[in-house]
């Protein structure tokens, strides 16, 4: 499902009125006419085209993030996948006023790369990296890695967000990120750790052992990895839950 198929972005279009427009052959803004809802709300929608169409040309799908619910921002992916950015961190507990970000591995255009503390990990890299990049996508991040890094690096996080963990739930998919990738059969290296465990092989780390480092950093690196094939399958089934059920008569 791409941004054009959608509606709810519009002030006075729910959940109910882009359905019926749906239903009634409306699946895109190239099929809007008007005839569907008022004069009123039709005038509003041409207009959220046009602009909208201006803002896709940019390749900018921050005012569609910003107007839709955190559990249907995933209609974003499609339009900018080739130039989403998938973010994890570890830290050193929770409280970012007296902790720190250990790791920071970011997933885009099939690369992964990973920042680590006092080596490479600074403001300026981070900014640099979300700079290029449409779209955030992140699990938990919205109440925990965007809050941490904007504290720790005295950093504005600006890219269009994704939290998969809205959409997730919306699907019936909960208990953290690595519960559901079992439950959905996405495989991961070294499935036995946890987040106490970064913890714990920083802290290692930091008294020598270079071992436990990489080991941290692969485990950083598999979160990140795997958000991408669990944002396709929750794009692809919220998909088929959302637009192909209430098309399916078209």
């Known amino acids: 499902m791409r941004i054009e198929n959608s509606f709810i972005p519009v002030h006075g279009v729910g959940e109910t009125t882009e359905r019926r427009l749906w239903e009634n052959g409306?699946?895109?803004?190239?099929?809007?006419?008007?005839?569907?809802?008022?004069?009123?709300?039709?005038?509003?929608?041409?207009?959220?085209i046009e602009e909208g169409r201006a803002h896709l040309e940019r390749g900018d799908v921050s005012p569609f993030a910003e107007a839709l619910p955190a559990a249907s921002r995933w209609r974003c992916y499609e339009n900018v996948s080739d130039e989403?950015?998938?973010?994890?961190?570890?830290?050193?507990?929770?409280?970012?006023?007296?902790e720190d970000v250990t790791t920071v591995s970011l997933h885009r255009g099939g690369e992964t790369k990973t920042f680590v503390k006092d080596r490479d990990l600074t403001a300026a890299r981070?900014?640099?990296?979300?700079?290029?990049?449409?779209?955030?996508v992140t699990f938990n991040g919205q109440r925990f890695d965007v809050p941490f890094l904007e504290t720790c690096f005295d950093v504005s996080v600006d890219v269009p967000h994704v939290d998969l963990m809205y959409p997730c739930k919306k699907l019936g998919l909960d208990g953290g990120l690595k519960a559901i990738e079992r439950e959905i059969g996405i495989?991961?290296?070294?499935?036995?750790?946890?987040?106490?465990?970064?913890?714990?092989l920083w802290h290692e780390y930091e008294s020598g052992d270079e071992g436990s480092l990489e080991m941290l950093v692969e485990y950083n690196r598999a979160d990140t990895r795997n958000m991408e094939p669990l944002m396709e399958h929750v794009a692809d089934r919220l998909h088929e839950d959302v637009f192909e059920a209430a098309t399916a008569g078209d």
Request: aromatic share 6%; charged share 30%; glycine share 6%.
């Open 26 to 48: 409306v699946t895109h803004w190239d099929e809007f006419d008007g005839s569907v809802v008022g004069s009123t709300l039709a005038a509003r929608i041409e207009t959220f």
């Open 84 to 98: 989403t950015c998938f973010l994890d961190i570890e830290t050193t507990g929770l409280d970012a006023s007296c």
């Open 126 to 136: 981070l900014e640099r990296e979300l700079d290029d990049s449409a779209l955030l």
């Open 187 to 200: 495989d991961r290296d070294m499935p036995e750790l946890s987040g106490r465990d970064a913890v714990r």
